[in-house]
Each structure stands twice: as C-alpha cells, then as structure tokens.
C-alpha cells in the first residue's frame, strides 16, 4: 500500500525541490558575488514577494479541489476571476507601499525595485490552475513540468542579472521570468481553456473560502517573513544578508518535507472523509509520521549545519551553536504545529479557525522584538521565532481539538517524544568541542534515525494496512 503512496508523491517532491531549490541557488549565487549589504537588500525584496503573496492568498486551487468534480469547470473559471482580482490589488498595494518601504531600511532611491514586486505578483496571478487541482487524484506529473520550465528560466534570468551586475535586481529580473513562464506553461499543459467567469455563483463561494485564509496568511507571513524585516531594521543590512542565508539553508529542506506532507495528507485525509474507520486510521498515521519526519530533519541540522553551509555559500557563513540548536528546533515546532493539523481543519472546511491558530504566530513575534531589543543579535530573532511557534502549536491543537477526534492527545506524545530525543542530542552536542568531528556528528546523526525509525516500525506498519485499504480508488468527494 505505501509504496503506491510512494510512487505517486515522486513527483510532488520533485515539484518542491524545484520551487524552493531555485531560491537556494539563487542565494548561494548571491553569497559568492554580493557583498552583505546587497544581499540584504535582495532579502528585502524576497520578503516583501513573499509576504504580498502570503498575506493575500485565498488558495484558489484549494477550494477547487473541495469542490464537486462535476462543478469542476464553473469552479475554476472563476477562481481565475479571484486570482487575477487579487492579484491586481497585490500589485497596487506593493505600488503604494514601495516609498515607505524602501525608506525605512535606509534604500529610498531603491523604492521601485519594490514597487517591480507587485508585478510579479499580477502576472503570477494568470496561472491556470488545473495542474494543481490534479493534487486531488495523486497527479503531480503535470505541475512538476510547470514548475521546472519556470524555475529553470528563473535561474538563467538570474546568471544573466549577475552576469550585467544589477546587484539585488537580479532578483526581480528572476521573478519576472519566473512568474511569465509559469502562466505560460500552466495554459500549455492544461487540458481545459484558461477562462475568467466573474459572475458566477461560485466566485462569491471562492471568496467566502477564501477570506478567513487571508487572515491565515498574515501569520503566515508573520511566521516566515517577519523575522527578516525585524533583523534588518533593528540590526543592519549585512546582519541581514548573514541570517538570510543561515535561515534559507533550515527553510528550503522545512518548506519540502513540509509542503510535501501537508500535500498528501490532505488528499489522504479528503478522500477518506466518509469513511469513519480509515479516516481515523489515517489522521493517527499522520500524527505518528510528521513529528518523526520534523526530528530526522532536526538531527540533521543538528549534526551537520556548520558542515554543509559553509561549504555551500562560503566561510563566512558559519553558525553559532546556539544559532544552530535554536534553528534546529524551530524547524522541528514548525512542521509538528502546520500539520496535521492544518489539514485537517482545510478538509473540514474550519478555515477561521485556522486562520485564528496562525494569528497566535504574529502575537509571538513581540518576543523577537524584545529579544533582539535587549540582545541585538541574529540568535535572538530565532528564539523569538521559536517562541511563537509555540504559541502557535499550542493554538493549534486547542483550536483543531473537535477536528481531531480524540487523536489529538497521541499527536501531542509523540511530539513530545520526538522533542526529548533531540534536547537529548542537544545536550551530547554540548559535551563536543564546537564544529566537532564530521565522523562523530554522522554517528549521532544514525543514531537518531536509527531511534526514529523504530518508533515509527512500531506503529506504522498497522495503522497502514487500514489507512491505504483501497488507496488506489480513493473515495470521490
């Protein structure tokens, strides 16, 4: 049974090692010929790309895909219709916030390499969404084709920015490739026409999906991007451009396994909403799965951070230890607090209240503000992150605890588990001299995988055999 699951999430894996592998490339291209402070400014930008889509975004192809597949067409066109609304006002807000912007981090004469933000953000507002609907019958063959032809033009956009020594603008000229090719693409590989239907009685129902997520998505955006402007005002640009790259090199691993497990999840968790009994069995795996996933990933930034980064980007780029601890177990709180929580209330249709979980990320960000106030360091920003994380896992599962069925406590064990064994590497850590053996480090690290792996042997095979029974013909929603 879990292999078909496997066979059939290649493809979504490799979709999300495009998408957040481009911004991984594009900031060790910028390590190597940037200065910090220009690499700070070009952290600016991204974060500002970043938060306008987060903070705007009604996951279209998401109430698509909780629609009746015989509504299915009157359903997309006009999701398009609330795509390209929304992306217009993304476009004019980044317009009207670019001077204010670029005037608090001391760039006013850069104000419209902000403002060429909200471009991007309308034209990425065309995509046809029907690659992304196919999430709902495990296809990704299509999406993955959409998303390496954008990320490779991308990329050569980003060689040619670098190569006419535009500085952070590079970024633009990137994201300007990228968002055209994406629309383009999107529309060739899509079997039905890309059309716009304002008037319809499913572009009201799309928006009243959708709305709660906008507030979702300022903590969201809070969640991911907030820290960075935190750092740049409070701090200094080249601080910035340091913790930009210390921070991308957890993101980008987080983000996939992430982005990959909410994903499957969720058309896991859709699929078997009438049946009581798989439902549950599948809701239990998932809460075994995703906190064991967020410690293999713990143990390994633990283990070998200091080793590949500054390999990667460059000397210069090397963490403290409790830069790495914190970082470390950030990236762990956050997997554990998105799913599956965050699943489950979107297959239940509770976006408010996931919309008011995710608010509790935005209350935590106080504490990076007092923290890098009184300590005025990168770490301090992390703990603050750290902190509200942990509010927001807490806020989760008071929130998600009816959606959860009772299976909510056995989630919270295991969490609770999987944390322990990591203060436990933690603490070994401590005992080593700083930057250790690569040797040392790559036994620990097999030592936890070992100890994970025979938590998940002990439960998982079980709960598999009645939460993939009949996986390859899914219930219909």
Known sequence: MLQKVVARASPLALIYAFELGL???????????????????????????????????????????????????????SAHALSVARG??????????????????????????????GLVAFIRSFEHLEPRVAERDYQYGSQAKVVGVANGFGLAAIAVGVALRLGANALILSLLAQSLSFVVCSALVSKTRYRLRFRSPFFKRAFTFGYPLMINGVGV?????????????????????????????????????MRTVQVLSMAALFNARRDERMFAARLRLASLVVPAVAGFLAAGVLTLMNYVVP??????FVASRTMVFLLAFTAFVRLVRNDPGTSLL??????????????????????????IYFWRT????????????????????????????GIGRFNLLVIAAVAAAIAALCAILCLLPHGGNLTGNLALLAACTTGLSLLLSRFAPALASVAFTGFGTPTEG
């Not at 690499?39 to 974060?47: E, K, M, N, R, W």
């Not at 993304?90 to 403002?115: C, I, M, N, T």
């Not at 390999?311 to 210069?316: E, M, R």
Request: aromatic share 10%.
């Open 311 to 316: 390999l990667v980007f460059g000397p210069k």
């Open 346 to 371: 979107l297959t239940e249709g509770r976006t408010r209240r996931l919309a008011l979980a995710n608010l509790f990320v935005v209350g935590g960000l106080l504490f990076s503000i007092v923290f």
């Open 23 to 77: 911004p991984a490339v594009r900031m060790v291209i910028f390590s190597h010929f940037l200065d910090l402070r220009e690499l700070g400014f070009a952290s600016l930008l991204a974060a500002l790309y970043g938060t306008l889509e987060q903070v705007t975004d009604v996951a279209m192809y998401k109430f698509v895909l909780s629609t009746p597949r015989e509504d299915y067409e009157e359903a997309v066109a």
């Open 221 to 257: 955006a809070a969640g991911s991007q907030a820290d960075r402007y935190l750092v740049g005002a409070m701090l200094s640009l080249p601080a910035l451009g340091l913790y930009s790259v210390l921070t991308l090199a957890i993101n980008v691993p987080m983000s996939i396994v």
């Open 378 to 405: 990168i770490e301090a920003s992390v703990a603050g992150r750290l902190t509200a994380e942990f509010m927001g896992l807490i806020a989760m599962h008071c929130l998600a605890g009816v959606a959860f069925r």
């Open 88 to 117: 217009l006002i993304v476009g004019l807000l980044a317009l009207a916030a670019a001077p204010f912007v670029a005037q608090a981090f001391q760039l006013g004469a850069e104000w419209p390499s902000f403002a060429a933000v």
